[in-house]
């Protein structure tokens, strides 16, 4: 399992994190023509409670499809971030929200504290596309995806008359990672 | 494969690997975490001619499919724990009347309302048992997207050809979960239609079996008239209590999947030489349980892997045949135990049987199943 890449986006029900993982997944799959596999974990509530999607990539068959050591974990919430850091693996990739995280973990991390929902809120003008920054950030900084694979798959998921919103929060995100 | 390659959700392949089957008719009632199967077909299925409905309940759901199939739609139902109970008494009514139908359980946690979002494959013994009365059971379980929509083609291509309802049994982890699949092209699988009779109306008996144990199924609506019933009944199906009719009768039903074992056995038996320790599992389980053989591989202890694809009629002599090579079989399975019990019974006493069992709503890891594996090792 030694090429496995495993990322986990956490937060709370209503963040688009699931919609994150497909986009992120399909990315991957179909335009860089690796394998990727898409999970998620929700509870009943249809906005708030905890929710997280996984994705797994590799160049080979994956067979368990959820995440056990994480290379990156998004965090949009305090509370995410305390309950699933325990599997980022030493020297993973946190990226946690500046405004939402504020107690940041101890341990051997490369730490990302940006500014994702600020960004999302005051640059784009719609909080809701918190989740389309977050993936810009991702595509920064997991080789195994381009900028421009995961413009395409956002494209291809996102309501028609935001396209224009969309690329815009994805570039934001992608320069929140310096 | 050629094809067109697609990035879909196991319930999504359920879903187009029924219209790719021929199915024309879905009734059902929402229930996570199969919601997305009715989604999906509520779209599609007006593009194709079909018809979807949903009812107010899932017992009404399963008769709608009941009555669509006898005027000859394939047709389909999809739910949960809750909506598979509800289904059980339509269900067995297919069973007797011998009306093709294929029924779609996405298992969460029970019994009950139990987990409605976490995993499970808690009702693979009411796939075989859930309805009352000697009956016939067939009961698949993919562990893949891409196997998803494959062996939905399959359920209704059995269920047709041998007229019973098919269960196709699938979990909340590889209902939801997203991979790149092949639709293939119209054409490059096969698809099987049930039989239909060849005589005019005024000489058709709904159940003569002259022919063969499977009696030609007339559309109702075409010019065939006759009666249905979930009494016991003769060749012209009305009812009957004669004992030397409703013997055979019986026995029939169950011969449909005892003398078709060619078309529904399907597992895989991945093999190392000298391996005295074999796992069995299905579904999402399986994934885990590849993942820990590969892990346990590469610390040198070798694992036999029976996957089962059909988990009804249960593959007793591929069962048998890794008893008698290895010294334990390890059963992984989201319940408290089910599944093991076939394998016990089938292997009659040839190896020692151990589970890794969850009911907590969360997956079963590769870990959890290496540490059994280190254990008997």
């Known amino acids: ?178 | 494969m050629s094809g067109k390659e697609v990035f879909y959700q196991g319930n999504e392949a359920c879903a187009e690997g029924a219209l790719y089957a021929g199915c024309r008719f879905f009734a059902g009632y929402p229930i996570t975490p199969s919601t997305e199967v009715a989604e999906f077909l509520a779209r599609r299925l007006p593009r194709v001619g079909g018809a979807f409905i949903q009812m107010e309940d899932e017992i009404a759901a399963m008769a709608a499919v009941i009555g669509a199939s006898l005027v000859g739609k394939k047709s389909l139902t999809a739910t949960s724990g809750p909506g598979y109970s509800l289904k059980m008494e339509n269900l067995g009514y297919a069973c007797i009347a011998e009306v093709p139908c294929v029924i779609v359980n996405v298992m969460r946690g029970g019994p009950s309302t139990g987990l409605p979002t976490g995993p499970s494959q808690s009702d693979v013994m009411q796939a075989r048992w859930g309805t009352h009365g000697d009956h016939p059971a067939i009961a698949l379980a993919p562990a893949s997207v891409q196997e998803i929509f494959t062996e939905t083609v399959r359920a209704f291509n059995i269920s047709e050809r041998l007229r019973t309802p098919v269960s196709l049994l699938t979990d909340e982890i590889i209902g939801h979960m997203r991979e790149r699949i092949i639709i293939p092209p119209e054409g490059e699988l096969e698809i099987w239609d049930r039989p239909r009779p060849t005589v005019p109306p005024e000489q058709y008996k709904p159940y003569d079996i002259s022919e063969g144990i499977i009696p030609p199924m007339a559309d109702f609506g075409s010019g065939y008239r006759y009666h249905v019933t979930g009494l016991n009944h003769d060749e012209t199906g009305f009812p009957t209590n004669k004992p030397s009719l409703v013997q055979p009768e019986e026995e029939r039903l169950m011969a449909k999947v005892t003398e078709n074992l060619d078309i529904l056995e399907k597992h895989e038996y991945t093999e190392k030489e000298g391996a005295r320790i074999g796992v069995v599992s299905f579904g999402s389980s399986a994934r885990s349980s590849r993942a820990a053989i590969g892990l346990a591989a590469e610390a040198g202890i070798k694992v036999d892997f029976l996957r089962l694809i059909t988990l009804w009629p249960f593959p007793e002599d591929a069962a048998v045949q890794m008893a008698d090579k290895v010294d334990t079989i390890i059963v992984p399975e989201m319940n408290l135990g089910q599944m093991i019990e076939e394998v016990q019974r089938s292997i009659a006493g040839r190896a020692e049987v151990v589970g890794v069992n969850r009911a907590d709503g969360e997956p079963i890891t590769p870990a959890q199943i290496l540490d059994r594996i280190r254990e008997v090792a």
């Open chain 1, 1 to 178: 399992m030694s090429n496995r890449y495993e990322v986990r986006l956490s937060g709370a029900g209503g963040q688009g994190l699931v919609l994150g993982g497909v986009i992120l997944a399909e990315a991957v799959s179909l335009y860089e023509g690796n394998n990727a596999v898409q999970t998620q974990s929700y509870g009943p509530e249809a906005r708030g409670g905890a929710s997280k999607s996984e994705v797994i990539i590799s160049t080979e068959e994956i067979d368990y499809p959820k995440a056990t050591q994480i290379d990156l974990l998004l965090c949009l919430t305090q509370e995410s971030c305390d309950k699933y850091v325990v599997d980022l693996k030493e020297d993973g990739i946190l990226i946690a929200d500046s405004r939402m995280v504020k107690d940041l973990p101890e341990g051997n991390y490369r730490i990302y504290n940006l500014p994702i929902i600020d960004t999302a809120k005051e640059k784009v003008g719609k909080v809701f596309v918190a989740n389309i920054v977050a993936l810009g950030a991702i595509a920064h900084l997991v080789d195994a995806v381009s900028l421009a694979s995961v413009e395409k798959a956002v494209l291809k998921r996102v309501p028609p008359g935001t396209e224009e919103l969309n690329k815009k929060a994805l570039k934001l995100g992608y320069d929140l990672v310096e």
